[in-house]
């Protein structure tokens, strides 16, 4: 059948009914299959062969967002009464990114071959999470697909906007840190050696502090591969452990925490994650207590997780969310308060979506505080660094007066 393979880009090249040379690009299973297809449109293909991959990139690596614009895509052609399976070839038609086309028409496949589309979506776990397939499944069985795919492409297109922000705000502190520290490097082991050639003719005592400049820049020029290599293995060892060791996990999560500015976006990010997760769960019909075992999952924080499972089963015991949340003591008053709200009102997933809002909200508002207090404070600590080694070089050319 030819649903049971695999479609491939195929590049063709023949002649149109009226004999015009045409040529193009079509997916396919086959090339006895591609000509057939041809044949139809009143082409007769002359040459069919596999579309050649490009040198460098040429199966990119499907992504979260990749996923979020799949999704949304999918519930579009759904909302819109395209079938299923040809929802699936005008989604993966209209792509670039190969390695994502050919994950949709794996799925295609299974689910033309009579697998349900939450059963296709689980053989596939590290696109498709367990909260994922879950709410796909429950749209299955209520008959509202498409409205259950609307609140997953909306839960993903905000649940990646806020990984956005988070990833903005470390990124710039980040990357300008490392721009230090290769200044830095540069500078010790490249310019300072031109300086200490020219100190050894002056025949007096340099300045400590040009001395201790001369014996780090000595030391850099001896070892600097040595610090490279144990500066990699250092921040590779540091994350490989966070991702193994649950204690060290749990050490990074609390510090990340307790950090000035950055402690209070991860703060509100969790807030946000954990409002907007538990809203579309409780929205999609999915019951509570399991609902908050995929909260648990999608805080990114080990110490939320463990508070996250901790008022599951509070609640198990008949506890009310609220009152769970309240006792953890970590959750901030207003969430706290919006979810007993909501559960009084009836109205939980309504009340914390609107809490998810303002969250979000307070990340992008406190992202943008940062970027903008950041600006004078890296250029102090360049201007400290750069600074303070071109002193240290000149303080003996100052003193050369003296000398003489």
């Not at 053989?123 to 509202?144: I, R, T």
């Amino acid at each position: 059948m030819a649903n049971a393979s695999v479609a491939t880009a195929y590049i063709f090249k023949g002649v149109d009914a009226k004999g015009n040379k045409v040529e193009g690009e079509v997916n396919g299973a086959s090339p006895a299959l591609i000509k057939a297809q041809l044949r139809r449109q009143g082409i007769i293909a002359r040459k069919v062969q596999k579309k050649p991959k490009p040198l460098f990139g040429g199966n990119k690596k499907v992504k979260p967002g990749d996923i979020a614009i799949f999704t949304r895509q999918m519930a579009t052609m759904m909302k819109a009464g395209v079938p299923l399976v040809q929802s699936f070839e005008i989604v993966a038609d209209g792509l670039d990114n190969a390695g994502l086309k050919e994950l949709i028409y794996k799925i295609r496949d299974d689910v033309a071959s009579g697998t349900a589309f939450a059963e296709a979506l689980r053989k596939h776990p590290l696109y498709f999470d367990d909260l994922f397939c879950n709410l796909v499944a429950s749209g299955e069985q209520s008959g509202a697909l498409e409205t259950m795919l609307d609140r997953i492409a909306t839960y993903k297109e905000k649940t990646e906007s806020l990984k956005a922000k988070i990833k903005k705000a470390m990124t710039y502190p980040i990357a300008v840190l490392v721009v230090a520290v290769v200044v830095t490097a540069i500078l010790l082991v490249k310019v300072v050696p031109q300086f200490a050639e020219t100190f050894s003719s002056f025949g007096a005592d340099l300045p400590s502090f040009t001395l201790f400049v001369l014996s780090i820049s000595e030391w850099m020029q001896n070892n600097w591969l040595i610090a490279f290599i144990a500066l990699v293995v250092g921040i590779g060892g540091t994350l490989e452990a966070k991702k193994r060791n649950k204690k060290v996990a749990n050490f990074f999560d609390k510090l990340m925490l307790k950090l000035p500015i950055l402690g209070l976006i991860t703060y509100n990010s969790i807030a946000a994650r954990y409002a907007r997760t538990l809203s579309t769960t409780f929205a999609a019909g999915v019951p509570l207590i399991d609902a908050l075992k995929s909260v648990a999952g999608a805080t990114g924080n080990v110490v939320y997780e463990e508070a996250t499972l901790k008022i599951r089963d509070a609640v198990a015991t008949g506890i009310p969310l609220n009152g769970a949340m309240r006792s953890s003591g970590l959750y901030p008053t207003m969430l706290v308060q919006m979810a007993a709200i909501g559960e009084e009102s009836g109205a939980l997933d309504e009340m914390l979506a609107k809490a998810a809002d303002f969250y979000e909200e307070a990340v992008d508002n406190l992202v943008d505080n940062l970027t903008t207090l950041l600006e004078p404070m890296i250029m102090a600590v360049l201007g400290i660094l750069v600074g303070g080694l071109m002193i240290a070089m000149y303080l003996p050319i100052f003193q050369l007066g003296n000398v003489v």
